[in-house]
């Protein structure tokens, strides 16, 4: 399963790629949202996990791309650090199946992948 990871915090995105592909993912990681929106265009994810805020474009404006632009339904996982309920709704109304917040327990995150996956 192919994973793209969009996490500027360099030690979470390196945490998180490393438990993820000792699950078995195949982990692209990128630290800002520029990056990751154009790896998104050439490559076809069956997951991808981002930041809401980030260099470049947000994780709110990846998931406009992915849905609007793309018409694609990849399950998409937003982080942030925010706690501000509008957040959260805004992620949802978006487009967004799933928000978790910071910091991230990489068993929950792991929990809900495959939820969303199906595994």
Request: a negative charge; hydrophobic letters at 40%.
């Amino acid at each position: 399963m192919k994973v793209l990871l969009a996490e500027d915090n360099e030690i979470l995105r390196t945490s998180l790629s490393f438990f993820l592909k000792k699950q078995g993912f195949e982990v692209s990681p990128f630290s800002n949202g520029k990056d990751a929106l154009e790896s998104i265009k050439d490559y076809a994810y069956d997951i991808i996990l981002t930041d809401i805020n980030m260099p470049g474009f947000s994780g709110l404006e990846i998931t406009d791309y992915v849905r609007n632009t793309l018409q694609r339904e990849t399950p998409i996982i937003i982080f942030t650090s925010s706690t501000v309920e509008q957040t959260e709704l805004d992620s949802f109304r978006i487009g967004a199946n799933e928000f978790i917040a910071k910091p991230v327990s990489p068993a929950i995150l792991l929990i809900r992948m495959n939820k969303l996956l199906n595994k």
